[in-house]
């Protein structure tokens, strides 16, 4: 009986290959849930960037109801609305990237800050005071909102479309 004993095997633990098949998948899996926060901040990214560019287009109504025209621009880089006329870069001391008015240049705040990295385009000779078109690089390129902005908005104010991740707002 004792001989017996000693054939028999304690077999408690993984072998190699189990150990690998599951380390495998586990891999797989990891893979895949990064993969898809990856969108997902992409996505979270890009709707911040279109909030902050409709923001953009309320102040510039805004601004509108109060000069009754668009600020006036050809660099599209920034919005030429600041100081006593409303037509200059917005000085240091103004705290904010969007006012106009008052001897300071800054008793009306528009847009305390403006989402970055947009081009606005405006007075320009196919624009003229009263139009505007803004425009932003969005990441997720299958965005529907893409081709629909640009479908809403034509080519005009000096704004030509030459991206797919262009995101287009104008002042309709």
């Known amino acids: 009986m004792h001989k017996h ?8 633990g993984f072998t190699l ?5 599951v380390i495998f998948i586990l891999g797989i899996l990891a893979t895949l ?14 709707t911040s960037r279109k909030t902050g560019l409709n923001n953009l287009k309320t102040a510039l109504r805004l601004y509108y109801n109060d000069y009754q025209a668009y600020p006036a621009t050809d660099t599209g880089i920034y919005i030429p609305a ?5 037509d200059s870069r917005c000085p240091a ?9 008052g001897a300071g240049g800054c008793d009306t705040t528009y847009m305390r800050e403006v989402v970055e990295n947009f081009r606005y385009y405006s007075g320009t000779v ?7 078109r803004l425009k932003i690089d ?5 965005d529907p909102e893409i081709a629909n902005s640009q479908a809403r908005c034509p080519e005009a104010c000096g704004a030509t479309y030459d991206a797919t991740n262009e995101y287009i707002l104008c002042a309709e």
Do not use: P
Not at 17 to 21: D, G, K, R, S, T
Not at 93 to 101: H, I, M, N, P, T
């Open 5 to 12: 004993k000693k054939n028999i095997r304690n077999n408690a």
């Open 17 to 21: 290959i189990e150990l690998l098949v």
């Open 33 to 46: 849930l990064i993969t898809n926060m990856q969108g997902a901040r992409q996505r979270a990214r890009d």
């Open 82 to 86: 600041c100081g006593a006329n409303g």
């Open 93 to 101: 001391g103004c705290e904010a990237d969007f006012a106009a008015g």
């Open 126 to 132: 196919d624009c003229g005071d009263d139009d505007f």
């Open 138 to 142: 969005l990441e997720n390129l299958s």
